[in-house]
């Protein structure tokens, strides 16, 4: 089945201990659809300017991303430059250069209002809405948030809730959102406000699930290289919603294999700059590291008498 993804398309700089990239693909829909397209075809909207390297998506569409959606507009590409320390978690911005995406618009073409599945990257929550209100009937619909939007669209963002059946978000924008310092009562109050699931990422220490009843955990892939975080959360979320719409299973134990997929695509997200990991990577390596992760977390019950 198809996913459906809504975010920006940005060119990035990015500066860590380990080296720098300067205009390299960005932002969160070119994650998110870097990785979910290794395991479903994956349907692209967003926008660009007219110095965007429209040729470098090839290797995307190649791939089965549909760019029909991906509107050209006159001026500049959304532009984007940070830098990370030995604190790999957290970037320092230096620069941001909106463009084009200032004025974004979300216009869901008519072939892609039929996706199943909809992930609503990490946008102003207002035009969130105005994609659910093109899409017809989805069987999942996602989304993700950030520290700014929860500051500056509050109600908007508790609106949007009420029409998702799932959240993303890290630990930091849990606790903002539901002003509580506790993980599991910050997933307990965002499911009472409408999402059936909450995901809350916690970035190299791995990610929990929270449904009303369950709480499942899956850890970060231990890696030795780190070479640039940003994109992780989205090729998190890629590999999640990739996994669901790849078997069209949304059962529990489908969601929980789905965490792990997102976890895995995270991985590999971080061992290169930009989304060069994605084009190198093979079905099979992807297997490999999902058994990888089976391992890591399967162990013979033992209970005491």
């Not at 430059?81 to 004025?103: I, K, P, Q, W």
């Not at 809730?161 to 993980?183: H, K, M, P, W, Y």
């Not at 590999?239 to 997102?262: H, I, N, Q």
């Amino acid at each position: 089945m198809t996913v459906l993804v809504v975010g920006s398309v940005a060119l990035d700089s990015v500066e860590t201990p380990f080296g720098k990239a300067d205009n390299v693909l960005g932002g969160s829909a070119n994650f998110f659809a870097a990785s979910a397209s290794h395991l479903t075809p994956v349907q692209l909207v967003g926008v660009v300017g007219t110095d965007y390297p429209i040729d470098d998506l090839q290797a995307l569409a190649k791939r089965g991303v549909d760019l029909a959606g991906l509107e050209q507009a006159e001026g500049a590409s959304f532009r984007w430059r940070g830098r990370y320390r030995h604190d790999l978690n957290s970037a320092e911005t230096l620069e941001t250069h909106l463009g084009v995406f200032s004025h974004f618009r979300p216009k869901i073409p008519a072939q892609f209002r039929d996706a199943p599945f909809v992930f609503l990257a990490n946008i102003d929550p207002r035009l969130q809405l105005e994609v659910l209100d093109q899409v017809k009937k989805p069987r999942l619909v996602a989304c993700d948030t950030m520290n700014f939007w929860i500051e500056s669209r509050r109600p908007e963002l508790l609106e949007l809730l009420t029409r998702v059946d799932l959240i993303t978000l890290n630990d930091g924008e849990a606790r903002q959102l539901t002003e509580t310092s506790n993980l599991v009562k910050a997933a307990r109050w965002i499911l009472a406000r409408g999402p059936k699931h909450v995901i809350i990422k916690k970035g190299e220490h791995g990610a929990f699930m929270f449904t009303e009843k369950t709480v499942f955990f899956a850890p970060a892939y231990p890696l030795e290289d780190v070479f640039d975080p940003t994109g992780a959360g989205d090729a998190f979320a890629g590999g999640f919603m990739g996994y669901l719409a790849r078997t069209g299973d949304l059962s529990e134990p489908s969601l929980k294999r789905a965490v792990v997929y997102g976890s895995a695509m995270g991985s590999f997200a971080v061992e290169r700059f930009s989304i060069q990991r994605f084009q190198e990577i093979s079905r099979e390596e992807i297997r490999a590291r999902v058994k990888e992760f089976y391992r890591l977390v399967s162990f013979e019950e033992d209970l005491l008498s």
